[in-house]
C-alpha cells in the first residue's frame, strides 16, 4: 500500500504570534472574571448572613463575625448556618430565626457560596481561618467584617506618575545577552530593584527577541512579551 503525501493542510490556524496573544489574553481575561467573580461572591456572602439575622433588614442591629463554610468534594463552599459574634459567641441561624426559615436561609445562600471555589480560592482562602474538619472536609471560619470590606471590583495597578523623577539612562540586561537602553528613576525603586521604562522601539525588540527565544528553546522555558498594538505611549514600563 502507497501512502500518498496530503496535498495541501488538513487545516490553517492563525500565525504563531497571533495565537499566543490569544491564548495570553484569554488567560488574562479569566483571571480577571475570576478575581471580579471572588470578590463580588465573598461581599454578597457577608450580605447573606446579615440578610437571614435581621430578617431583610439591612439597618437593623446584628451581631456576626465569622460564618463557618465548609468544603464540598467538588471544591465548593457551602454554608452550615453556624456563626460567631464579635464577642466570640456561638451562634447557629436556627437559634435566631427558628429552624424552618434558617432551612430555607443556608439553601438559599448556597448558591451564591457555590461560587467560591478553587477558581476563587486566591480570593476567600485569605479572608478564612481553619476550623477542625467537618466529616471529613475542610471547614473553615470566613472573617464577614474582612469580606464585607473587599471592593466590588478587583484594585487596578498603580498608574506611575506622568512626571516622573530624575531620570537615568541606562543598559538593561536580559537573559544575560540582550542589552537594551532604557531610562531609570533611581528613587522609584520595589524591593530594592528600579523599574525601567523603555521606548516604545525597544519594546518591539525585546517581544522580538523573546518570541524568537521561546521558538528556538521552547515556549515553557522563556516567558515573552507582545506589543498590544493601537496604543500611543512613548515609554513602557514592562518591568
Known amino acids: 500500500m502507497t501512502t500518498q503525501p496530503p496535498p495541501r493542510p ?51 442591629p446584628f451581631d456576626a463575625s465569622a460564618v463557618e463554610l465548609v468544603e464540598s468534594p467538588d471544591g465548593i463552599l457551602f454554608p452550615t448556618g453556624r456563626y460567631w459574634t464579635k464577642a466570640g459567641g456561638e451562634r447557629t441561624f436556627a437559634e435566631m430565626v427558628g429552624q424552618t426559615e434558617a432551612a430555607n436561609a443556608v439553601h438559599d445562600m448556597s448558591g451564591w457560596t457555590a461560587y467560591l471555589d478553587d477558581h476563587t480560592r486566591n480570593v476567600w482562602r485569605p479572608l478564612c481561618g481553619e476550623l477542625d474538619d467537618r466529616d471529613g472536609r475542610p471547614a473553615y471560619a470566613l472573617d464577614l467584617l474582612r469580606a464585607a470590606a473587599l471592593t466590588l471590583d478587583p484594585p487596578r495597578p498603580a498608574v506611575p506618575d506622568s512626571t516622573p523623577g530624575r531620570m537615568v539612562e541606562v543598559l538593561v540586561c536580559a537573559n544575560d545577552r540582550h542589552r ?60
Not at 195 to 201: D, E, H, I, T, V
Not at 204 to 210: E, G, L, M, P, V
Request: proline residues 5%; aromatic residues 6%.
Open 10 to 60: 488538513a487545516y490553517r490556524l492563525p500565525d504563531r504570534s497571533t495565537l499566543g496573544e490569544a491564548v495570553d489574553k484569554a488567560l488574562r481575561d479569566a483571571d480577571t472574571a475570576h478575581e471580579q467573580l471572588g470578590r463580588v461572591m465573598t461581599v454578597v456572602t457577608a450580605a447573606a448572613v446579615r440578610d437571614i439575622l435581621t430578617r431583610h433588614q439591612p439597618e437593623a
Open 180 to 239: 537594551y537602553p532604557a531610562l531609570v528613576d533611581p528613587a522609584d525603586q520595589r524591593d530594592g530593584y528600579v523599574r525601567p521604562w523603555f521606548g516604545l522601539a525597544t519594546v518591539h525588540r525585546i517581544a522580538a527577541d523573546t518570541q524568537a527565544d521561546a521558538a528556538r528553546h521552547g515556549h515553557g522555558s522563556i516567558d515573552t512579551v507582545h506589543v498590544v498594538t493601537g496604543l500611543n505611549a512613548r515609554y513602557e514600563d514592562v518591568g
